[in-house]
């Protein structure tokens, strides 16, 4: 069963309209799930709405004073409602009706709109490849709506303050009678004066002309975390738009762009660097220093090793960033190597290698079909690294 209204919202049950639109603000702004840090946010948030809408309807809220929940099932129509149409089971008559009056005039019911929260903002940033591995912190600049200052975001002159709307007294919307073939039709309309705001401004803000808001550039650090990938989004609660009295602001979506580094490529959570060692290198084997992003490294060069070889260096790629921000461990660094043959000889350099080439002969082998270099290279772009 569905909680008591009253206790949803936590007043009493003589509360009055005023009493229950502060809380229902109070209690929206804590769970509503854009800002809220609460597990449950959402379902608090669906069920603090449902019971205003009841509560703040007053036809609603005497059936519910006298039926419970069940008085105002089917949107309100208690009983049997519409939706059985005096237990006779024509299902989703509520559609039904609602559709042929929608055809004639255009009398289908409309709630209060309520303040609207304020829209999001995107911005890029780019970062280079270290900071991209290591996390950074960014200066990014918005142009956004905030609050006004001079009003505080009432859009009334300073010393005063908005008033209750006449028409509406203060709910925001409008409701019409109307007799039909079944009984009365009750609609509701947004309040064409207030424009469901449920109060007017008398006497406008001269700096924001009665809007609440100011157009304006501001400049934010934002923090980036350690394994951030080319065009992935880093959101930042609350700094978007301001959002209307009482509902709250958007929020920043800033894309990251990763500049492209002279030796490194990323793979996933793999770093790749391509490095070319000289024939005496590869024949009799050698240890290098490679650079990696956290400093250059010893590698260990094998006697024999052929070109497109790879080694991997353990730790050396990047942090596993989590859904939440954080990261847990790191990849891998790969080192291809290139064997480079050179194409100009010094006379020295000459008459060695033709020496090495008579004692090593002109035969040639074939070789057998695998996976050559050119095959790994392909496997690489395609993200293949098995």
């Known amino acids: 069963m ?32 854009d800002v809220s840090s609460h597990a449950n946010a959402e ?3 669906k069920e603090i709405n449902s019971a205003y809408e009841i509560l703040s309807d007053e036809q609603l809220r005497a059936r519910y004073d006298r039926f419970g929940h069940a008085g ?26 609602e559709e042929f009056f929608t055809g004639f005039g255009g009398a289908r019911s409309a709630t209060r709109r309520g303040p609207r929260s304020g829209a999001d903002r995107k911005v890029m940033a780019a970062v280079s490849f270290e900071e ?45 009678v109307q007799q039909t073939f079944l009984g009365s039709m009750v609609t509701e309309t947004v309040c064409t004066r207030c ?13 924001c002309r009665g809007a609440g808001r100011l157009q304006r550039r501001d400049v934010i650090n934002v923090d980036i975390p350690a394994g951030v990938r080319e065009g992935l989004q880093v959101q930042v609660h609350g700094e978007g738009d301001a959002g209307e009295p009482g509902a709250p602001a958007g929020n920043l979506f800033v894309a990251i762009r990763v500049e492209a580094h002279p030796w490194f490529k990323r793979n996933k959570d793999d770093i790749i660097l391509d490095i070319d060692i000289n024939v005496a290198q590869a024949a009799l084997g050698d240890a290098v220093r490679v650079p990696t992003v956290d400093g250059d490294v010893e590698l260990t060069i094998p006697a024999g090793t ?13 942090p596993r960033l989590r859904s939440d921000g ?22 020295e350099q000459r008459q060695l290698f033709e020496k090495l080439g008579h004692t090593l002969g ?18 690489f772009f395609s993200g293949d690294q098995g």
Do not use: M, W
């Not at 049997?80 to 149409?85: I, M």
């Not at 954080?326 to 010094?346: C, K």
């Open 362 to 379: 002109s035969d040639i082998t074939p070789q057998e079909h695998g996976r050559g270099f050119f095959d790994r290279v392909a496997d």
């Open 43 to 45: 379902e608090r948030f």
């Open 132 to 176: 991209s591995i290591f996390g950074t912190s960014v200066d990014v600049e918005v142009d956004r709506l905030r609050a006004c200052e001079t009003c505080s975001g009432s859009g009334a002159e300073p010393g005063s303050r908005p008033v209750r709307c006449p028409d509406c007294r203060g709910e925001g919307k409008q409701r019409r």
């Open 72 to 97: 105002v099932q089917n949107n309100g129509a208690g009983g049997p409602g519409f939706s059985g149409f005096g237990g006779q089971g024509f299902a989703g008559f509520d559609e039904i009706f």
């Open 195 to 207: 424009r469901g705001r449920g109060e007017i401004i008398s006497s406008p803000c001269n700096a």
């Open 326 to 347: 954080s990261s847990s461990g790191r990849g891998d660094q790969l080192v291809y190597v290139q064997v480079a043959i050179p194409d100009r000889l010094n006379d």
């Open 2 to 33: 569905p909680r008591d209204c009253y206790e949803v919202l936590g007043v009493s049950r003589n509360a009055d309209q005023n009493e229950i639109k502060n809380a229902f603000r109070r209690l929206a702004r804590e769970y509503h799930p």
């Open 306 to 318: 052929q070109t497109g070889r790879s080694f991997r260096l353990r730790g050396k790629g990047v």
